[in-house]
């Protein structure tokens, strides 16, 4: 019942032209709800009018249950269905993932790690973990390894395969889709060096990639600083989707 999306497809589309944008919302992937993009879609939407845009719910963990690797699963599933349907949907297979936190990490990680049924052609990462381990060693705040310890269920020693599998730096190839990386310099959620160690990962394999750094920003922000990131979203994928 939580695998929900809401969808927007554009008029005069066709399955050879019409991209498809989806969006992955955050919250720790443990709360959290599509609804929080709702004004991110009109912004994509006019930036972007070509595109059909899915905005997905996925299952949540809670201490008990729904533990990882439950939230990537339901990302791939949503990717899939998309993609299954995609002649009655009257769109391409050309897809951009979207995700800020912790669905910046679902995004990342779907991108990197899956290249069926479909490869993903793009990604925009806000602030988003990439390498677990070191979110737990080094957290910005006391609670992100009692987050990380809740959602996977334990710690790096204890499930090291899962820390590693669910960690989108270590999928990183030649081969990886193009990534625009956007995080602020005060964050207290996810440290900023947690989109560096991804940023030079990808610059070392010749991944096209594009950091964006707002020093005075924190988890997430609004106003100028907002509508420069969608400014520099639109301007990547233009250049990056084809």
Sequence with gaps: PLQ????????????GSTKVIVMIHGGGWTQGD??????YVDTLKRRLPGYAIYNINYRLANGTSNFFPTQENDVKTAVEFIYGKRNEYNISDKFVLLGASAGGHLS????????????IKAVVDFFG????????????NPLIPLLLFQVIGGNPSTH???YQQSSPLDFVT??????????GGVD???APSQSLLLKNQLTSMGVVNEYVFYPTENHGWTGPNLADSFEKI???INANVN
Excluded at 34 to 39: A, H, I, Y
Excluded at 174 to 183: D, Y
């Design 108 to 119: 990342l990680l779907q991108a990197y790690k899956y290249t069926i049924p479909v490869k």
């Design 174 to 183: 030649a081969q990886s889709p193009p990534t625009i990386i956007l995080h």
């Design 160 to 162: 090291a395969a899962l």
């Design 4 to 15: 929900k999306m809401d969808v927007y497809l554009p008029a005069g589309r066709s399955t």
């Design 34 to 39: 599509k609804s929080e993009f709702t004004s």
């Design 129 to 140: 973990p990439t390498e677990l381990v070191n979110m737990y060693n080094n957290p910005p």
């Design 188 to 190: 207290i959620v996810v």
């Design 234 to 236: 639109q301007t990547f």
